[in-house]
């Protein structure tokens, strides 16, 4: 008689084995994982969309150096005058009557212009952080309508004027979009921008707060590139560098 298998008693059930569970606490956690990185990423491209940040086009316009000569060269000069309107109020935006009360930024905006796009929030934060020590001013090509969908589109704190001949931009040198320049109550061009960056956004920055007689204050410009950018071009020729991603 076997004494070991008589004494050995029904069999146990058999339990999963602990290796099965910890391979399913594993798939899980990596599928909250992997759920948690493909919201963040869609919640992050969703903003850029809005903030104006996406580019889809991966050309760029690099400044080139003429284009800083060019534009550095008219420094210190007297700021060509305009009149234009701004078809959301009705008024005629004068730079001598805006530069009477305060300094004032002058950029050049292009309808359709996915650079001009991306600038735009960084010139928002520029305005919300010295709309009450300076004037900025938008001027965009295209007719009316044009500058009053701009205008919607990013809820401007500021005028848009819309100049359909490009005659401002003629007169200023402003071959690309992006150009921003500085003028101070004098009506002199103080700095002039081919082209927009982190550290143009800063220069800017501690140049009008010297002219207002305030701090500099802190702007939100991380994401601007680290290198100067300009837009499309206003006319047939493109003196800036185009470039890929």
């Known amino acids: ?6 004494e050995s008693g029904p069999s146990q059930p058999v ?56 534009a550095k060269a008219q420094e210190q000069k007297p700021a060509p005058d305009f009149a234009l309107t701004d078809p959301v109020s009705g ?57 009053r969908r701009w205008s919607s589109r990013y809820v401007n704190r500021y005028p848009v004027a819309n100049d359909p001949a490009n005659d401002t931009m003629i007169r200023w ?13 004098q009506g002199r061009l103080v700095a002039y921008w081919p082209g927009y960056s982190r550290w143009m956004l800063e220069e800017m920055s501690q140049k009008l707060a010297e002219l207002a007689g305030v701090p500099r204050r802190r702007l939100a410009v991380l994401d601007a590139p680290s290198q100067l950018f300009t837009g499309c071009s206003f006319g047939e020729e493109d003196p800036s560098e185009v470039v890929r991603k």
Do not use: W
């Open 1 to 6: 008689m076997n004494h070991e298998s008589a």
């Open 15 to 70: 339990s999963a084995p602990q290796s099965q569970i910890s391979r399913a606490i594993i798939l899980l956690f990596l599928s909250f994982v992997g759920a948690g990185i493909f919201f963040y990423q869609a919640r992050t491209e969703a903003d850029l969309r809005r903030r104006g940040l996406a580019d889809t086009d991966d050309k760029k316009h690099l400044v080139t150096e003429p284009m800083t000569e060019k």
């Open 91 to 147: 008024k005629i935006i004068s730079l001598k009557e805006l530069t009477a009360e305060k300094p004032v930024v002058v950029y050049f905006i292009k309808d359709g212009c996915p650079c001009s796009q991306t600038y735009e929030p960084f010139i928002q934060e520029f305005a919300s952080n010295y709309n009450d020590v300076a004037h900025v001013v938008g001027i965009i090509d295209g007719d009316a309508d044009t500058a």
């Open 173 to 185: 040198g402003a071959t690309n979009s992006a150009f921003t320049a500085l003028v101070d109550r």
